[in-house]
């Protein structure tokens, strides 16, 4: 979705500012937001493109007043309700009255302190086995699509209808474009294209400079 | 999203339960704190694994890992032409692998190309050898310009790269997961791979600083 969170190439934010030997969490809920969201993930009820997708759905105008963990917190309750798994209803009533009881969820994922490291030390996730053909090569000249989907996309805006190189086939995928609306894996390669500065952005970037971004075949047509 | 105010969560009108100073919970606060304990009661997920994430993203998984790395590229040239044609098997030597870091693509910043990385729709970063983003890199002013004005980004942060240097910018939008390797400093001949690694600063790995110059060097 044409969402605010699509950044790339926005004016008017002012400067970035670095924050000097920033620790990890500012704040006793965010620790709490942060762990609840990745534990509740291997629930398996939702993958990180699902995940993604639900954050990208808070309202326009709720954005840059939102802060980070606050929308993981955000897409945490969303994805929960919708899922079955807690209800927006429950935790109203829990708000209220803190000592309301709820009846056990029995699931069979549940993270056990004992796997942390395990599940935590483990990459795998988006990358599969499926044996799919590649439609371009490294060294191909790729035209990127021009969509504006409603839901979720990991094609940037400023991307769509340019012209790029493609460098490296990463293989194959999940694609997240179909996995984030619920619509299965889809698995795809993915690639890393080149795209030169002035493409992008006009003749006033430097020649020679480039943004590099990995890309499915869905997203990509021959040149 | 790029709230760094610290009391801007801190609603007066939401007067909840009273913590040992007093302070009534922030509505944010009550929200975390009920979703947890329902999540607790389901059984959806168990308090002590909430605990032990907790402890590996603040003690355990960090930048130190990402410099030890950039420290052992410096000193050996097989490894670095390893960290460089895979990068996820190199930090995987090292024992650095896991969440958010499926592929890991290492960029070598030399006296021709600089390169920067940053995601613009989210927040994607090397979590097993950087740790959990800072709040500069998920932050609005950094995703936005970083594309569109990477010069002016590197230029601010006091790391501007001269005009005849390309600059290459990697947008973290699929699973594949960046690290810059930056360039060794000047007058380090000398120095053990330990002391390098206290050279290498976690933004010298995203590409908006440069390593530390030793002490007394200059």
């Known amino acids: 979705m044409n969402g605010l969170h699509d950044l790339g190439g926005m004016h008017g934010f002012g400067p970035v500012v670095i924050e000097p030997d920033e620790p990890p969490f500012h704040h006793p809920w965010e620790r709490r937001a942060f762990a609840i969201t990745l534990a509740a993930g291997y629930l398996g009820e939702w993958n990180i493109d699902q995940s993604r997708a639900m954050r990208e759905r808070l309202p326009a105008s709720e954005y840059f007043d939102t802060s980070y963990y606050e929308l993981w917190l955000y897409g945490l309750e969303r994805l929960l309700d919708a899922r079955g798994l807690v209800l927006n209803e429950e935790r109203a009533a829990r708000r209220q009255d803190p000592t309301v009881p709820v009846a056990r969820v029995d699931r069979v994922h549940v993270l056990a302190a004992r796997d942390v490291e395990r599940a935590f030390g483990t990459a795998r996730a988006a990358r599969t086995d499926d044996d799919v053909e590649a439609r371009h090569r490294v060294g191909d000249r790729v035209l990127t699509q021009t969509i504006n989907p409603v839901g979720h996309t990991r094609l940037p805006r400023y991307t769509r209808g340019k012209r790029g190189l493609v460098t490296v086939d990463h293989g194959v995928w999940i694609f997240a474009d179909s996995m984030g609306n619920d619509l299965g894996p889809d698995p795809q390669h993915v690639y890393n294209v080149r795209f030169e500065a002035r493409e992008l952005w006009g003749d006033g970037a430097r020649a020679g400079d480039a943004v590099y971004v990995d890309l499915w075949d869905d997203h990509l047509e021959p040149a | ?218």
């Open chain 2, 1 to 218: 999203m790029p709230d760094q105010d610290p009391d801007h969560n801190h609603d007066d009108d939401d007067v909840g339960e009273h913590r040992d100073h007093d302070a009534p919970l922030s509505d944010v606060e009550l929200r975390v704190r009920t979703l947890e304990s329902l999540l607790v009661d389901k059984g959806l997920v168990d308090p002590a694994a909430l605990d032990a994430i907790i402890d590996t993203y603040e003690t355990r998984v960090g930048p130190r890992n990402g410099a030890r790395i950039v420290a052992r590229a410096w000193v050996d040239p097989d490894f670095r032409l390893r960290l460089l044609a895979d990068g996820t098997a190199a930090a995987a030597e090292h024992g650095y692998e896991g969440r958010q870091t499926e592929k890991l693509v290492v960029l070598e910043n030399t006296p021709r190309v600089h390169n920067l990385v940053v995601c613009t729709l989210c927040s994607c970063y090397p979590w097993a050898v950087l740790g959990l983003p800072p709040i500069w890199y998920k932050s609005a002013p950094y995703r936005a310009r970083a594309v569109i004005d990477p010069r002016g980004v590197l230029n601010e942060l006091g790391a501007g790269v001269p005009d005849d240097r390309e600059v290459r910018v990697w947008d973290s939008t699929a699973e594949i997961r960046y690290m810059v390797l930056p360039e060794r400093p000047a007058g380090t001949e000398a120095m053990s791979e330990a002391e390098l690694t206290g050279l290498v600063t976690r933004d010298s790995m995203i590409g908006v600083a440069v390593a530390q110059a030793p002490a007394g060097a200059g």
